[in-house]
């Protein structure tokens, strides 16, 4: 290939969710919506859990950072969304298309090892509960919840670097509507074969490591459910674990989709639909699920409402 087909470019153009202009007013609309909810649903957990003291444990300390996650994860990508679809121009400088890419990736990689963490959690509040307060106390809980965040941002900055290593073709149109890893390294014009490996090990680490510790984690729970006596415990580990199995297969369904299955012969419109679902819906969700049936939630709230 000729170095004339070579550049450096200045801009990334994104082709966006749709081109039809009713249909881009009515998913402002709702992703709008969304967004709010989102925003007030993850906001609402951790004025929760740190308003009402009966909330200070370790589950919740890291369902708070789940919902910070959240809230950083939907701002990265939302709000040029919606500018995207109200103004319909998707053009996306190189630095800001690279730093959303980097915002989305880190908080991304921060999630799935958050919920690695928060399965072992729940592994040793069912398995051990005698060991539990002095296992997770407050600093070891401080400390996997710093190994989750500095993780994950260290890892997005190697695959976000290795990504804009390369040179671009002279044709900067990404059929997306978010900076993605997978659709800006399409447009390198040299061989990214190396580059697509060494960002599929560290999607392997930061997806397939958390995810074999939460198979590890439930299976030694389903284990010790299953030598329970009592109805009412054994209805309680359940409910305990159920609100989280519910967000990882969200999370890693949609994720494993997307990073770690072969790319051919997935169209550019099923990339998309996915992408919308966890990187809009899945932030909404998971403060519903976390909160609708839990009951020491819904106590909470009622003391905090009392006060």
């Not at 967004?35 to 009402?52: E, K, Q």
Request: aromatic content about 12%; glycine content about 6%.
């Amino acid at each position: 290939m000729g170095a004339g087909n070579f550049t450096s470019p200045t801009e990334f153009i994104l082709v966006g969710l749709s081109s039809d202009r009713d249909t881009q007013i009515l998913l402002f609309v709702l992703i709008f919506l969304m967004y709010i909810f989102t925003l007030v649903g993850n906001l609402g957990v951790i004025v929760l859990v740190r308003a009402d003291s009966h909330l200070h444990t370790p589950m919740y300390f890291f369902l708070s950072n789940l919902s910070s996650v959240e809230i950083g994860f939907v701002t990265s990508t939302v709000p040029q969304m919606l500018n995207h679809l109200l103004t319909g121009h998707g053009e996306l400088s190189l630095i800001r298309c690279a730093l959303q890419m980097y915002m989305t990736s880190s908080l991304g990689s921060v999630e799935a090892i958050l919920l690695g963490v928060m399965a072992y959690d729940r592994y040793v509040a069912i398995c051990r509960p005698l060991e539990y307060a002095t296992e997770m106390g407050r600093w070891f809980q401080l400390q996997l919840a710093s190994a989750c965040w500095v993780g994950g941002f260290i890892i997005a900055a190697i695959c976000v670097s290795i990504t804009f290593w390369h040179p671009f073709c002279s044709s900067c149109c990404i059929n997306h509507f978010v900076c993605e890893i997978p659709m800006v390294l399409k447009l390198a014009c040299d061989d990214t074969r190396i580059t697509g490996y060494i960002i599929v090990m560290f999607a392997g680490i930061v997806i397939l490591g958390p995810f074999s510790i939460i198979l590890a984690s439930y299976g030694l729970i389903l284990f010790s459910m299953l030598q329970l006596q009592s109805v009412a415990r054994l209805r309680k580990a359940f409910f305990t674990c159920s609100s989280h199995l519910a967000v990882v297969t969200l999370f890693y369904g949609t994720i494993i989709f997307v990073y770690i299955r072969p790319q051919s012969g997935t169209s550019p419109e099923n990339e998309k639909q996915m992408a919308v679902f966890y990187l809009v819906v899945t932030p909404l969700l998971n403060p519903l699920i976390y909160t609708l049936r839990n009951k020491d939630v819904h106590e909470a709230i009622s003391r905090v409402l009392r006060r």
